[in-house]
């Protein structure tokens, strides 16, 4: 086994396109994920060579489900307290974005959106974030394949959150793999 690490593999052209002059940036923190993310443990070795297309493109595909004004967004993560992160002055994004380092269950704000990538299954991250969101705003929950039965499976949890769930089959670009996506609202 060699000490190398695993190289990311190019920069797909979709990316190119939907970054536009924010390219260097995204290329920036690729570059980060694919070195010190590991070091960090935030993302195993073997994913560095599908950081594009499996943890950018797959993330990034809820773009268009976020999109509108004023929308104060949060990203849940299961290792916020624990674990360090790349700087946002690093990566060149200043006032835009402010780092909360708390566990989601500790944490008090409201948000208008949620969003959660690989944390724990729907019934248990709707505990942890539920207050979060709710009663006005939404989690959006990168989920895989099996996005509609983690629904089934949390009725429970759903109703006593007062909520309901849909998936959202979602892409960041034509050529992109589908990202399923649970949004979770309140119930009207």
């Known amino acids: 086994m060699s000490d190398e690490p695993a190289a990311t593999s190019p920069t797909p052209a979709a990316v190119s396109e939907l970054y536009g002059d924010a390219l260097g940036t995204i290329e920036a923190y690729v570059s980060v994920l694919a070195t010190r993310g590991v070091e960090w443990g935030l993302i195993g070795p073997r994913e560095v060579p599908r950081l594009w297309e499996r ?4 993330s990034v595909a809820i773009a268009g489900l976020i999109a509108g004004p004023r929308r104060r967004p949060a990203r849940a993560e299961s290792a ?5 992160h790349p700087d946002h ?3 060149g994004l ?9 566990r989601a269950e500790e944490h008090r704000a409201t948000y208008d959106v949620v969003t959660c990538r690989a944390v724990a299954p729907l019934g248990q991250l709707l505990g ?3 207050r979060l969101f709710l009663p006005d705003g939404e989690l959006l929950a990168l989920k895989g394949a099996s996005a ?3 629904v089934a499976a949390s009725r429970r949890e759903l109703v006593q959150a007062g909520a309901v769930a849909t998936v959202v089959s979602a892409r960041a670009h034509e050529e992109a793999e589908p990202t399923y996506v649970v949004r979770v609202r309140r119930k009207s």
Not at 55 to 58: F, G, K, Q, R, S
Not at 80 to 84: D, V, Y
Not at 94 to 102: C, H, M, N, W, Y
């Open 55 to 58: 943890h950018v493109l797959n």
């Open 80 to 84: 916020a307290g624990r674990l360090p």
């Open 89 to 91: 002055d690093e990566l």
């Open 94 to 102: 200043g006032d835009r974005v402010r780092v909360v380092r708390a």
């Open 128 to 130: 942890w974030t539920s």
């Open 148 to 150: 509609e039965d983690e």
